[in-house]
């Protein structure tokens, strides 16, 4: 979505009268200072946010995801204009600047989490390349993936760069995402990058996690490193849920219900995966697929509305 003045219509335009609108938000920062950082708009800023989280409170009905749950294991209707409001990774721009507002108007909002990032305040393969990629020197870069170099001038140039970068790593399951960004800036000349107090890298921490759990604020999980999920080996699938569920029980006591694919497109995941949540006792999991849920949809393949 664009992030002008329109966006509170636009985003209070998928309220539905027998449909829920689940919206996927990533962060929420002060304000916007990256020439290039952030040009999905992965992280909204707050006066916008602010706008928004009033627009639907005053029109809609906010719901929490575990009353979601209710709904789609029980069929029965969701309340007119029903919305819940999930945030991915676990950005502690989430309990910092985002939690405060919605506090303000009520709204719950459920805040999926990386162990990975948690653990070591870790930045994702897509923002180490980002950080590198607005950095870098001006330069023609060839890559063994695409017929023709690219130019990396000026910020456009480097913003169409990183799209493609986006459509390689997300729809080739050959390629190993942390690896490649680790090539990628090494020749950018910004090798070793894994964490940062930047608030479009910041997490959270588990203390964090633990004392803001409950109330308006619950978690669920979404990986430990943010692979996708439906490219893993059996032992690799295994190994990222494991982990991740171990740490969330042992760091902040937080159960097994709620879960979410990391990216989340249709090919993100799949039926073994979906068996592989419930059997370790995950019962609610959303996908990234755009659109409003009926009632009695299956709990594992909730669509979401991208706020972005």
């Given at each position: 979505?664009?992030?002008?003045?329109?966006?509170p219509d636009r985003v209070a335009?998928?309220l539905?009268?027998d449909?829920?609108a689940?919206?996927?938000v990533?962060?929420?920062i002060p304000r916007?200072?990256?020439?290039?950082?952030?040009y999905?708009?992965?992280?909204l800023?707050?006066d916008?946010?602010?706008?928004?989280i009033?627009?639907?409170?005053?029109?809609?009905?906010?719901l929490?995801?575990d009353?979601?749950?209710a709904h789609?294991e029980?069929?029965t209707?969701?309340?007119?204009r029903a919305?819940?409001m999930?945030?991915d990774?676990?950005?502690?721009n989430?309990l910092?600047?985002a939690a405060p507002?919605m506090a303000d108007h009520?709204v719950?909002?459920?805040?999926y989490?990386t162990?990975?990032?948690?653990?070591e305040?870790g930045?994702?393969?897509?923002d180490r390349i980002?950080?590198a990629?607005?950095d870098?020197?001006?330069?023609?870069l060839?890559?063994?993936?695409?017929?023709?170099?690219?130019r990396?001038?000026?910020a456009a140039?480097?913003?169409?760069f990183?799209?493609?970068v986006r459509?390689?790593?997300?729809?080739?399951?050959k390629?190993?995402?942390?690896?490649f960004?680790?090539?990628?800036c090494?020749r950018l000349?910004?090798p070793?990058r894994?964490?940062?107090q930047?608030?479009?890298?910041?997490k959270?921490s588990?203390?964090?996690v633990?004392?803001?759990?409950?109330?308006?604020?619950?978690f669920?999980g979404h990986?430990?490193?943010?692979?996708?999920l439906?490219?893993?080996?059996?032992?690799?699938l295994?190994?990222?849920?494991?982990?991740?569920?171990a740490l969330?029980k042992d760091?902040s006591g937080?159960?097994p219900v709620?879960?979410?694919?990391p990216?989340?497109?249709?090919h993100?995941?799949s039926?073994e995966?979906i068996a592989?949540?419930k059997?370790?006792?995950?019962?609610c999991?959303?996908?990234?697929i755009d659109g409003?849920?009926?009632?009695?949809?299956d709990p594992?393949?909730?669509?979401?509305?991208m706020v972005?």
């Amino acid at each position: 979505m664009i992030h002008d003045e329109s966006l509170p219509d636009r985003v209070a335009e998928h309220l539905s009268d027998d449909r829920l609108a689940i919206f996927l938000v990533h962060g929420v920062i002060p304000r916007q200072v990256h020439p290039v950082r952030n040009y999905t708009g992965k992280h909204l800023e707050a006066d916008l946010f602010a706008k928004v989280i009033a627009r639907l409170a005053r029109k809609g009905h906010a719901l929490s995801m575990d009353e979601i749950l209710a709904h789609c294991e029980s069929g029965t209707p969701f309340p007119p204009r029903a919305f819940a409001m999930t945030f991915d990774d676990g950005f502690e721009n989430n309990l910092s600047v985002a939690a405060p507002i919605m506090a303000d108007h009520k709204v719950r909002s459920m805040i999926y989490i990386t162990s990975g990032f948690i653990e070591e305040n870790g930045m994702s393969w897509i923002d180490r390349i980002e950080y590198a990629v607005e950095d870098a020197p001006i330069q023609d870069l060839a890559v063994d993936w695409a017929p023709r170099p690219f130019r990396l001038g000026d910020a456009a140039s480097r913003i169409e760069f990183l799209r493609a970068v986006r459509k390689h790593v997300k729809n080739d399951p050959k390629v190993a995402p942390n690896a490649f960004a680790d090539v990628l800036c090494a020749r950018l000349g910004k090798p070793g990058r894994l964490s940062s107090q930047d608030p479009l890298d910041l997490k959270l921490s588990w203390n964090q996690v633990r004392d803001a759990g409950g109330g308006l604020m619950t978690f669920g999980g979404h990986s430990h490193t943010h692979p996708i999920l439906s490219f893993l080996s059996p032992s690799e699938l295994a190994f990222e849920l494991d982990t991740s569920l171990a740490l969330m029980k042992d760091k902040s006591g937080i159960g097994p219900v709620h879960y979410s694919y990391p990216e989340g497109l249709a090919h993100c995941f799949s039926d073994e995966v979906i068996a592989q949540l419930k059997a370790r006792g995950v019962r609610c999991c959303p996908t990234a697929i755009d659109g409003l849920n009926p009632p009695g949809t299956d709990p594992f393949l909730l669509r979401r509305v991208m706020v972005a």
